[in-house]
């Protein structure tokens, strides 16, 4: 059988059965999955398209489980075919958005309205999963209808943005969501302290004259949802870690065989609080920056595996909303254009493997919430990315394809780009 | 010395953190130079003439804003007044679109209160003109940290080696910040009291020493400010009733019996009598809530002078 697309020469960033990491590969594609994966010679040639990908290193199409696209309602911040576009270009194959659009996300039909939106605009793909509310307009009063919503298309279930207080209703919405083999994604947040204060209490809050969000408000939550994953043997997904006490607690449960899966972001493993200094909004967000030590624990959590995946919490806003004072800002970074190279930025210093990353950011999502993924064997779906690590490129309007450029590193310089994007072999960047 | 010459190196006034040691005795020695105007029969100059000052005040405040107008009219400046309501502000208009309404209007200086933290920051990134801050938030409040100590200076010749108690409620006060920043770079120790509820997370690394008890905290202190309750702290369940607060926190006249002989009070107002003050304290020998208020036109005057003519100096 003869592949109909070969890419020549790129260095696979983790690695296979048949073919190690950091070898120099020809990956063969045909009719839309990989055909096989065999050393780089320079001399073979092959009788079909063929893609040039010296220099550059090969993943796997990734896996954003935790987007806010806006739409429907607050489309000027992003709509599903601008989200999809940036999620494209920043090497996610697949995204999973959050309920909390306008309306809110908690019936089949808006679900099927989302699906529908993101296959016209995006037919080749990335793929769009929505995540349902876990209950009517997130109000936590009563389950949204789930079962119908999974039918639909919910990869999960999630109040995320607005916490849920109530330990009994929210052990009733796991168990719910499980009846229909869907896990509950929680934001953790004891929604009594400080909600939303979008920075963390602490030594700078105390200088700039800012409410601060103490990090026990996360891990206090936390610790409840690892303690109802464990007694109910149900999954639960702990959605944006950012301090070091939730990591503590999130591997004391996993010792304790809880079925307990968590998340955190590009930002929690690059800034900390200080971010803030200056009263910068972009740097404002939920949960809060932490401090250096928090940042530390963070990076080791992903490494040791503690921490399952790196999401994005892309949240889009519009320049005017986060051009206000600190306190009146909205909470949230823009991040599907530049999550992956500033988590490979993480990479060269041995940080973080690539390998991990590519854990990190495809296979776990993928294990967790049953997307399948490239692994790069036979068989596997072609979607591929192709990553330069010496491109340098500044964050701007003219290179990020989200309608918001919310994010801190607008402006700065980042090392580090995907260059080309396949999905089921045909190129979609 | 001070260069009295030099063009006024800054643009703003945001906090006390931005002006050098020979800065603050800069404004000290013009404040000095201008308490004698105020003094005069006719308390005017023609200094700041054709020089316009927009006292925005989207918070309430009579004393310090009566006291920046004062200043300014005092050294023939035009002062306009613009508060929250009757504002756009209040009909929901961002501070960016207010700041470039303001900016259209060419004022040489808008002096700001503000309850958001930054506020005067903000402004002042988008500005030509210079921006006062006359309090943003829980973060500075730069006029009234430089009259407090200019005020001490005057008592004292210098605050170096005085110890200076700052009571009452910390975490939600500008004043505090700025006057621990200012007083501690002037050579002064600062003492913190007030519950923890009261007190800011990060508080241990100032460089200030932290009281829960106020008799201990006044022994030998030179001089005690006590800052203003914010009723508000109740609902918030900070404090229980102002009862208690009164008889745990408020400074009273036993409290003064430890401390250093002519200890000074001071308080930026408006007071709660009876609650963080004892209303005997206040109108007593030991206080100095009086000077602060005269204090503080002289040093808004030198401000003003300052800010409003750095470019003339410059040329
Ligand atoms: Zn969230």
Known sequence: ?429 | MSNDTAPWPHKDLLDTDQLSLADVKRIFDTAVSFQEINERPVKKVPTLRGKSVILFFAEASTRTKTSFDVAGKRLSADTFSLASSGSSLSKGESLKDTALTLQAMAPDAIVLRHRYSGSSRFLAERLECSVINAGDGWHAHPTQALLDAFTLTQEWGSVAGKAVCILGDIAHSRVARSNVDLLTRLGATVRLCAPKTLLPMGVSTWPVEIHHNVTEAVRDANAVMCLRLQLERMQAGLLPDLREYARTFGLSPRHLERAAPNVRVLHPGPMNRGVEIDSTLADSMNSLVLDQVASGVAVRMALLFLYLTRKEAAQ
């Open chain 1, 1 to 429: 059988m003869s592949p109909d697309l070969v890419i020549r020469g790129g260095r696979l960033a983790c690695g296979t059965a048949a073919v190690k990491a950091d070898c120099l590969t020809d990956c063969l594609v045909k009719d839309g999955r990989i055909l096989d994966v065999v050393p780089h010679d320079p001399d073979r040639t092959y009788e079909c398209e063929s893609v040039e990908a010296t220099g550059l290193v090969l993943l796997p199409s990734l896996i954003d489980a935790h987007a806010h696209l806006r739409e429907p309602g607050q489309e000027y911040k992003e709509d599903i075919a601008s989200g999809l576009a940036a999620a494209a270009a920043g090497g996610f194959g697949h995204v999973m958005c959050m309920a909390n659009t306008r309306p809110v996300n908690d019936d089949a039909s808006i679900t099927r309205d989302m699906l529908d939106i993101a296959r016209r605009s995006h037919p080749h793909g990335p793929r769009l999963h929505p995540i349902g509310a876990l209950s009517k307009g997130l109000r936590a009063e009563e389950l949204a209808p789930m079962a119908d919503m999974a039918q639909a298309g919910c990869i999960a279930f999630s109040n995320d943005g607005l916490p849920v207080a109530s330990a009994e209703f929210f052990r009733r919405a796991v168990e719910y969501a499980a009846t229909f083999e869907r896990i509950v994604i929680d934001h953790c947040e004891e929604p009594t302290m400080a909600p939303a204060a979008g920075m963390n209490e602490g030594v700078v809050s105390a200088t700039l004259g800012l409410k601060g969000q103490p990090w026990v408000a996360e891990a206090a939550q936390v610790a409840r949802d690892v303690l109802l994953a464990e007694y109910l043997n149900l999954p639960i997904h702990i959605a944006h870690v950012s301090c070091k006490a939730s990591v503590e607690l999130i591997a004391f449960a996993k010792g304790r065989g809880a079925p307990v899966t968590a998340e955190t972001c590009p930002h929690y493993l690059l800034l900390t609080e200080e971010a803030c200094l200056g009263y910068s909004t972009r740097a404002k967000v939920n949960p809060p920056l932490r401090t250096q030590e928090d940042v530390e624990a963070m990076r080791l959590a992903v490494e040791g595996g503690v921490i399952d995946i790196i999401a994005t919490d892309h949240a889009p806003h519009a320049e005017h909303e986060k051009e206000v004072e600190f306190d009146l800002a909205p909470c949230g970074i823009s991040g599907l254009d530049t999550a992956l190279s500033l988590v490979m930025s993480l990479t060269p210093g041995q940080i973080l493997s690539e390998a991990r990353v590519v854990e990190a950011m495809c296979h776990a999502p993928g294990r967790i919430f049953g997307i399948p993924v490239n692994r790069f064997a036979p068989g596997d779906p072609a979607d591929v990315v192709l990553y330069d690590p010496h491109h340098r490129w500044v964050a701007s309007r003219e290179t990020m394809r989200s309608k918001s450029l919310n994010t801190p590193w607008l402006g700065r310089t980042i090392m580090g780009r995907v260059t080309a994007h396949f999905m089921a072999g045909r190129r979609i960047v």
